[in-house]
């Protein structure tokens, strides 16, 4: 396929190709066909007259052989001079048996055997009417532009001599008429104009039927895949929540039952701390376990969050004060040196969400930005965007950090998949699941060493 051409455009250009050649071509073959066709049905008609002409002025094989005689010369002035008024002739000559001129309108051509065609002569001494087409450039273009050539019709008509009883005529000489092709080409051009353009207008006809069926069953077919699309990702999508929904319950359900014994491991030390018999020794160990038993703790409470995005209630809020209240939580909560900035939408939408599901998201991606590019701003807008022909709003947080390889983007979206030393991989699946959980997706662009671009995309009416 043509680099940047469309299936229906690719076929508009075949098939018009296809008939105009076919349009060419057939009037070209067409030409030709009908030009000998005529040819030879005047060479049937010249035969016909030189005979009934010969007959008429009793022209007899013994004048074949005294054509010197002026008897001869009269009765071939008299019988085959007529023909020279038909259109075009240019010239007559007549032969004996022994393929010898014995009259024509040049006389300086009587008693030679010039000829350009002996084989079609013998041939019409045997009986058989032969024409012949002459042109140097063997073509039908008869326009004032084209330089002249020696063309002509020379038409070998054989000369029965007279019946005697029921004995088959014989043959006593041929007649050869030279004729111009003007007319005939004339003729032939205008047929072949008209021929054309029937074709042409039969196959313009073919060709709006066939691209239209074409564009039709195109259309159908991309309605179709689009659909299968649609339907394949919906699955997929519903697979995958299924997946999350299930892990998150997996995974709460062990985070409960090692949370309990972790929490008395640290209150357990902090108590063990206190005690002032304790050696600096033990008191260092003790001290490394609450460190210890307080990550594990906050490891263990970013897994409950896991389940927590599987279960959403949601109510209208308005995306600005959403996206305001997250930025001042964020700036709360990891520190207000960090230049966040917002690109406020001028209507106050209003969209059905769980909003704490939504900040949770939203401040993933925050902190992510920020730890992409610790020194640089980081930029929140939200727009008005279709996806897949359904109307929604696209809330996205730009960093300038390095971007992502092709192969991290593959498995960003992965739980425990993280590029982070000490991170949990868990922040983006947890966004993609309440994405889904909402009806919509979230998106990770890589801006070619400008930065990364993360986003969720929700539907304007979610179905939670």
Not at 59 to 80: H, L, P, W
Not at 119 to 127: P, S, V, W
Not at 227 to 238: G, P, R, V
Not at 376 to 383: E, M, Q
Request: net charge neutral.
């Amino acid at each position: 396929m043509l680099n940047g051409t469309t299936p229906p455009r690719l076929f508009a250009i075949i098939s018009l190709s296809m008939i105009i050649v076919m349009v060419i071509v057939t009037g070209l073959t067409q030409a030709l066909f009908f030009r000998q066709s005529i040819i030879d049905r005047e060479s049937v008609m010249v035969m016909d007259m030189a005979n009934a002409l010969a007959l008429e002025h009793l022209v007899s094989v013994s004048n074949m052989e005294n054509y010197a005689g002026i008897e001869a010369t009269d009765r071939f002035e008299q019988g085959f001079g007529p023909l020279m008024q038909l259109s075009g002739t240019q010239q007559i000559r007549v032969f004996n048996r022994n393929f010898t001129i014995v009259w024509a309108n040049d006389p300086a051509l009587v008693g030679t055997k010039r000829t350009s065609h002996m084989n079609d002569l013998t041939r019409a001494m045997q009986g058989e009417v032969r024409a012949v087409f002459d042109s140097e450039q063997n073509s039908l273009d008869v326009s004032a532009q084209r330089p002249a050539t020696p063309e002509s019709i020379e038409i070998y008509a054989p000369i029965y001599q007279a019946k005697t009883g029921t004995a088959s005529p014989e043959v006593m000489g041929v007649l050869s008429l030279s004729r111009s092709p003007l007319e005939l080409n004339n003729t032939i051009r205008k047929g072949r104009y008209l021929l054309w353009m029937v074709i042409g207008i039969g196959g313009a006809l073919l060709f709006a039927a066939l691209y239209k069926l074409f564009v039709l069953v195109y259309s159908r077919q991309k309605i179709a895949e689009l659909q299968f699309t649609k339907l394949t990702t919906e699955h997929n999508q519903i697979v995958q929540l299924e997946k999350l929904s299930a892990m998150g319950e997996i995974v709460s359900e062990i985070a409960h039952q090692i949370n309990n014994p972790l929490v008395g491991v640290i209150n357990l030390s902090q108590v063990a701390e206190r005690d002032p018999e304790i050696s600096a020794k033990t008191r260092r160990l003790l001290t490394a376990i609450q460190k210890s038993g307080i990550e594990c703790s906050d490891f263990v409470q970013r897994l409950l969050r896991l389940n927590q995005a599987a279960r959403s209630e949601p109510q209208s809020v308005h995306l600005n004060d959403l996206v305001r209240d997250t930025i001042t939580f964020f700036h709360q909560t990891i520190g207000k040196n960090h230049t966040v900035t917002f690109t406020e939408s001028d209507d106050n939408v209003t969209i059905t969400v769980d909003p704490v599901l939504i900040r949770h998201a939203l401040f993933n991606f925050i902190h992510n930005a920020i730890l992409a590019a610790p020194d640089k701003p980081v930029a929140i807008a939200f727009v008005s965007e279709k996806h897949e022909g359904v109307s929604g709003y696209l809330l996205s947080v730009t960093d300038m950090g390095g971007g992502f390889s092709e192969e991290v983007a593959k498995r960003l979206f992965k739980p425990f998949f993280t590029t982070r030393l000490g991170g949990t991989g868990l922040g983006l699946a947890v966004a993609q699941l309440i994405a889904m959980k909402h009806g919509g997706v979230a998106r990770a662009e890589n801006l070619s060493g400008r930065g990364a671009r993360f986003s969720i995309w929700l539907p304007s009416v979610v179905n939670s």
